[in-house]
């Protein structure tokens, strides 16, 4: 998996996780392109797209679209949008019905929480209480 | 980040950032520790903006440095996003990690660690990659899983740790925590992937995924890793990717999985997406090992599934996976056939581009018609920049597979005439081979018929309009009698001279129309005056359209063929061309490829490095014209119209421009620089020239100043001789009278090139003999010899008597250039002379100027 990303649907950027170096300027516009294509889809259409030799699979979850991009050939695309899935049910259980708000104001705990469950572009975790036990146990030692 | 959300536009966005990033720079100053973790948390979002946030490095690892696990949390995070490109403030953080690595503390661990894996700055690895070694095994599984992803990292950036690495994983594999089981299989799958050496090694671990992987599909209900009815579907996934990377090409690993994938296939079920995310990975295996024709069977049957399923993803997956094993195994696939080709209409624009690749490979002999039908009405909807790309592949396609000419042709027709625009020179140059063929005869009424109806409707596809054109021209009278359809649909009605001639009018009137085009429609008149008795006065009024035009190309062409109709005029002058055959329509189109095959749309003339060009044969001066005036239309950015190429003809004379792959100029600009492209390859010589001047309409006149040229009008070839017999005087016949010194040209290397020279029956015309001869003891091969003047200066060059220059003097070759200097008496001749030549297996190239040509030439 070479980034994750979170836009809403106005196409600026919620949270954003590259696990391979690109300049700023690059990733502005990487972004951008890919949400106005995203944004151009229709539901009927399928989930991925190809797209600057990446393979790009998104979801759109109320009005955060979640982006995953990959290189070619790689992964399962289905797997991936199970991850995603995973992903968003974590975030649910740890901020309680989650919404975009509670991804801009917490961003660091959204990226701590991403950053167990996928490291070096690879998905280590999927269980959730595995994955939420450093947090709580932080948030416990921080009151 | 309330303050950021509130602004309201860009500007007062940047100012409240601007002004937050000064705060944080002051307070970075003061060093104070309480808050810096917010500061760096705040950098993080300005950074996701996309502001420059690099002053908060240093703080990052003052961070990492704090004994607080909040800091060192927020400190990490910084650093994997904020730090990544600058390997100095890496080095600093090395011993931060490697303490951290050894805390008591299996979190700070796991954060080092994690922090490791993400920055993955190979020097850094190299260094910890003990420590990461020892904490493989540590007991505390989120250390353990922590480190397996670590070491991926390890394996791909310091590929010489490996082996260290690959028992210790495979130990792993024993673990019963699934994350830990996760990871490692991880690590096994990047082996087998990317590590090919070491693979042996893993291999010992098959036989323990097997055993994992059984466990899972038969282990009851486990509520953590639940997703929707099947247990951990991740792991599934890449158990059976690894096994893929493992067990490919090697028969023994592919039998122990067997059994299991086809427990696997068959059991999940494929109602939910996790399932079908397995059934997908587990075909995916199935096709990269080799294994027994059952489970293939089994794998294209889930396919076939998948593709009939509603969801456009799981079709989107089955076609990919389909366009893969096609080149394996094409009959499985060809049962699929109508359900893809009903993809090929599909809304979704994803599958749509995936069924177009796999209709493309399922062409052959027996389904090329039906597919063909389905791929031209794909083309009327498809985005321009697609239409290009699908033009070319039909046009490959129809070339190896089609079942008769006569269907070739109206493919090529009916592909034209959705795209005419897009397609590239090869297309019509094929269809006009194909029509003029003998082969062609008995269907030439109705395809001509056919071309004059689709020219009437609509003349704005070039492509379309430069063979329509053309057959117009040559097959005239045709016309005039009726025809029956193409798959028998009625008839074309006669039709008489007068709407013939009105409808090439028409195309030659319209704004539009290329400059080939217009070309083209000249010479049809031309030809048709000679086929059709009634109109000859009409026809001779048509020609003087452009006697007065801007464009030299057309005023050449108008000018001379008037006055060559109404000259005394031979009919056999005008007859019908001969057409190539399909051997030596194949070779072109090799010699094409390797050529400038970049031709995009006709008349743009955007080619590739011209070196490439030297192979080819192609010394005569319109070869070298076209690719002159190509570079140019490149250089000067012109669309397809060709008007580019026509109207830069004054810029062929360019000295360093012409050098830089062409070769001696023509004069008259060949406008027909896209069009001849793929004729500018072509092997052997003379006939081939003259039919790719005739395509493209090249400038094979004469200097301008000449008043009947060697016309650029279809003739009989014959080893490039004038048209006129009363021209054959100059180039043909050996110059007599004053004599001249001889030059020697160029030497060096053994090579040597002499020149003669004599005065030309012309104004101001210089006929020059070269002579090339090769003393060394190794023999000479495609010898080209190119030539470039000064603006003052017109050059024409002749083909020479062949290319091989035999060893020790012997097997001299000539080629006479004909030189028109304007500036006679005033100014002498200079030329700049390129040769390029093979010779013991190497490729030379030598560039030198000559001098030292007679007074007076």
Redesign the interface.
Known sequence: INFVLMVNKRG????????E?L??EE??ALEAEIIRKCLSRTE???????FRGYKVIYRRYASLFFIVGTGQDEE????I???IH?LVETLDKYFENVCELDI??S??KA??IL?EML??G?????????ILK?LQ??DK??R | IRNVRACKTAAEERAVISKECALIRTSFKEEDSTFRHRNVAKLLFVHMLGYPSHFGQMECLKLVASPRFLDKRVGYLGLSILVQDSPEVLMLVTNSLSSDLSHRNPYVQGLALSALGNLSNPDMLRDLSGQVLKLLSNTNANVRKKAALCAIQIFRKVPDMVEDFVPVVISMLQDRNHAVLLTATTALLEVGREHPSFVRKARKAVPQLVKVLKNLVLSGYAPEYDVNGITDPFLHVQILRALGALGKNHAGAAEAMNDILAQVATNTEGNRNSGNAILYECVRTIFSIDCEDALRVLAINILGRFLQNRDNNIRYVALTMLGKVVSVDKDAVQRHRDTIVDCLRDMDVSIRVRAVDLVFALISQSSIEVLSKEILNFLVVAPPEQKKDLCSRLLDAAINFSPSKQWHIHTLISMMCIAGRNVTADTWQMATALIGQPEAEEFRPQVVHRLFAALNEDASQTGLVYTAVWAIGEFGPVLLQPAEKFEGDGYYDALSEAEVLELLEKTRRRHDSTIIARSMIMNAYAKLYVRFSESQAHISELLHAYRSSMNLELQARSCELSTLVASQIDDSWLAQMPVPTDEEMALRRVTASQNSDEESSLGGGSDSEESSSEDSDASSDDEAAKKAARRKAKAAKKKAGGSGAGGSSNELLQFDDIFGGGGGSGNGGAPAAGATGAGAGAGSGNQMDLLADIFGGGGGGAAPSAPAPAPSAPMPSSGGDDLLGMLGGGPASQPVGESFPTLNAFEKNGIKVTMNFARGPGDKQVVVSATYSNSNSAPVSNFLFQAAVPKFISLKMEPPTGNALAPFGGGQQQQRINLVNSMQGTKPIVMKVKISYSMGGQDLVEQATVQGFPMGL
């Open positions: 600026q950027p919620r949270l954003s996780s590259y696990y170096w300049s700023i990733r502005g009927l259409q399928c989930s991925f797209m190809e399962n695309e289905l797997g949008l199970e991850f995973c801009m104001f961003l660091e990226h701590f950053d490291q070096c690879q998905i280590v975790e999927t269980n959730k209480a595995n450093p146990l932080l030692v921080s």
